[in-house]
């Protein structure tokens, strides 16, 4: 049996669709067709950021390959980061995304054409937009390099998602090709989310607690999701970060205020909540009805999955 932290939090059937689809290549076959279940209501308004912006973006050290998976639950797509130290022969992957062969390709593809070969993969967790691929782009790497399959770890907190014996958790270190990459624990979106720390860079890549724009859908406990916001915005600070690293959208080059945006928002839904449950609101449908008047409806599905995590919060403090 897994720790209770890793348990498995049962999704909504449209919830646990969405993630399944945006963890395949599924969405841009849809897309061919004309039709998209889960399509991001942004895409056709122009305020999605194009693929330009986020396609290349970094830091000295990482690099984003942005996955063809755009949807309401993945903005323009999932953000695959290639991070290496200069002149070092191995990189490390973070979040390989969907199960998208001609991503996959594409990735293992940027890194030989440096020079280079991928030492590592490490997941921020195990939603299928970003783990689905891990374990062909694992093959796929280790066959690109010439080295025997297998050769190439796949290191996650669940071991649902790992290939290799190694795990992740709070303070471990990475330091494949020479990088430090430090671990830390931020559960809240998910119970196995983690956020990595590139000292070198003062980059903090987030995984899904902290987005490029938009806000994220709590899976977890919210108190535990609260919880991590404060204390990234308290690391952020002591360690002097100069950016995010999201795993969807655009990089955050003001990470404090990036973070006190996000805090300030979750409490101010929260009081928006409790209001509306003083004013007689009984489910999380009707609260959504109300706080979430002024948001595409499209989006109401996910909104009321946050809403619940809220009202189980509020009436655990009671």
């Known amino acids: 049996m897994l720790p209770r932290r890793l348990a498995r939090y049962k999704a909504p059937l449209w919830q646990a669709a969405m993630w399944r689809l945006s963890g395949t290549s599924a969405l841009r076959h849809l897309d061919r067709l004309g039709w998209n279940p889960v399509d991001h209501p942004d895409r056709r308004s122009g305020k999605m950021g194009e693929m330009s912006e986020i396609d290349g973006m970094g830091t000295d050290r990482a690099t984003c390959v942005l996955a063809p998976n755009p949807s309401a639950m993945t903005l323009d797509g999932t953000n695959t980061w290639i991070i290496c130290e200069p002149g070092a022969e191995e990189v490390v992957v973070v979040d390989p995304g969907p199960k998208d062969g001609k991503h996959l390709s594409r990735v293992v593809e940027t890194v ?119 204390r990234l915005r308290k690391f952020a600070e002591e360690q002097g970060a100069a950016t995010i690293l999201p795993g969807h959208g655009p990089k955050l080059d003001d990470p404090i205020a990036a973070l006190d945006h996000y805090i300030g928002h979750r409490r101010q839904r929260l009081a928006q909540v409790e209001a509306a449950v003083e004013n007689g609101a009984t489910t999380a449908r009707e609260v959504v009805e109300v706080v979430y008047a002024d948001v595409d409806q499209s989006l109401w599905p996910a909104a009321e999955w946050s809403v619940q995590a809220q009202l189980d919060y509020l009436n655990e403090r009671k």
């Open 112 to 230: 030989a054409a440096q020079g280079r070969r991928v030492g590592l993969v490490l997941l921020t967790h195990g939603h299928p937009d970003h783990s689905a691929g891990a374990k062909k782009f694992a093959e796929l790497a280790a066959a690109s390099a010439g080295v025997p399959a297998g050769s190439v770890a796949v290191r996650a907190m669940d071991p649902r998602h790992r290939l290799g014996d190694e795990g992740l958790i709070e303070g471990d270190v990475v330091t494949t090709g020479g990088l430090e990459l430090r671990i830390l624990e931020t559960p809240g979106h998910s119970n196995d989310s983690l956020t990595f720390w590139l000292p070198a860079d003062g980059a903090v890549l987030t995984g899904d607690t902290v987005l490029g724009y938009g806000t994220t859908v709590v899976e977890g406990k919210l108190g535990d999701y609260l919880s991590s916001l404060d």
